[in-house]
């Protein structure tokens, strides 16, 4: 399906095209009714165009791919490109006609077209949407391989003493991070926790679709008011994971409307440094991973070196790792480990 993309560090800036699908567009607020169902019959093809046109008098962002990934949909498909030739050019029933209606009103109120057509291509899952999950952004595709990566790089090692290896990810939205491990990855099992209850009930539908729920638990616990349950419900994990809301909270005010009305700000604002999550998951990893345990987090550009500098003062189990950049070049990921406790080295000495 189609992809987006963050700019500049804000999460919340993704997008289709360069511009991205909520664009750098000004906004403008809309108080004309919808446009009303044609007399006639349409085709496909014209209602492309009829769309596209309303979406740019109403100032919504990205209107020719809006219209285009809408009416793909709607007739079954991923992309207009995949459709066949009779498909755009044969009239639409007026059922067809009156969902296409609702649907695209729905993106005219700058709904985004994830939410609109309840679904979302990860990796090689697709996923249903409903807001205000947080929408998975292309970024934390990379995040999943690079962690593919690492634990494929070493079979033998930090396996549970039910010989799988177990993740936990912290802030699992759709369940878009955990379910891609376990698709890529048979002999892994996962912990899933969020705050917010309608992403944990959609991580669990999505697993429940994609034939993932036997490996998979899902918790409703916030990590910040609740750390004493994560530990002990998910430890002991040989890595943790999370695309956790890193957005500084002065940042919230300049969002697209696509997220500022639809998606959870819980999931977005991360404090005034975006770090008040990261904190958190950090000061907790020692209790929860095992020796030489991984922490796998998406961060704003601007985090690691603070990151670094926070952990080294503050959690002396964790050694700071390496960063990692995005596919733009951008320092997004950043990769720490649990040190080898004290006892540990006195009982190799024996």
Avoid at 4 to 33: D, E, M, N, Q, Y
Avoid at 250 to 258: A, G, I, N, R, V
Avoid at 301 to 312: A, D, M, N, Y
Wanted: glycine share 6%; net charge negative; hydrophobic share 35%.
């Amino acid at each position: 399906m189609w992809r987006t993309s963050l700019r500049a560090g804000c999460r919340g800036c993704r997008g289709f095209g360069p511009k991205g699908i909520w664009g750098s567009h000004a906004v403008r607020r809309c108080s004309a009714p919808a446009p009303a169902l044609p007399a006639g019959r349409i085709t496909a093809r014209q209602a492309v165009d009829v769309w596209k046109r309303h979406f740019e008098e109403r100032g919504v962002t990205e209107p020719d791919n809006s219209s285009h990934y809408i009416i793909a949909h709607l007739l079954g498909a991923k992309t207009i490109e995949s459709l066949e030739h009779g498909k755009l050019t044969e009239f639409l029933s007026r059922e067809k006609t009156e969902q296409m209606w609702q649907l695209c009103t729905r993106r005219l109120s700058r709904m985004p077209v994830q939410y609109v057509i309840e679904e979302w291509d990860f990796r090689d899952l697709t996923l249903k949407m409903r807001p205000p999950v947080f929408i998975p952004r292309p970024e934390t595709e990379e995040l999943v391989e690079l962690m593919l990566t690492d634990l494929e790089m070493e079979p033998g090692a930090k396996v549970g003493a039910d010989g799988q290896r177990t993740c936990l990810e912290v802030g699992c939205g759709s369940g878009a991070i955990s379910l891609s491990l376990l698709n890529s990855m048979p002999q892994l099992k996962s912990i899933a926790v969020d705050q917010s209850q309608d992403a944990v009930d959609l991580t669990r539908e999505n697993a429940l679709r994609l034939g993932l729920q036997d490996r998979l638990q899902v918790y409703c616990i916030d990590v910040l008011k609740d750390a004493e349950t994560v530990v002990s419900l998910c430890s002991p994990v040989s890595a943790l994971v999370s695309n956790p809301p890193y957005l500084f909270s002065e940042d919230m005010t300049s969002l697209e409307p696509e997220i500022f009305r639809f998606e959870d700000h819980a999931a977005l604002d991360g404090g005034k440094d975006g770090l008040k999550v990261i904190k958190q998951i950090l000061t907790v990893a020692p209790q929860i991973l095992t020796n030489h345990g991984r922490v796998y987090l998406e961060v704003d550009p601007r985090h690691p070196p603070l990151i670094r500098q926070w952990v080294e003062a503050n959690v002396e189990e964790m050694h700071y790792v390496e960063t990692r950049h995005d596919i733009n070049g951008r320092p997004r990921f950043c990769i720490l480990q649990k040190k080898k406790s004290n006892k540990d080295h006195r009982l190799d000495q024996d």
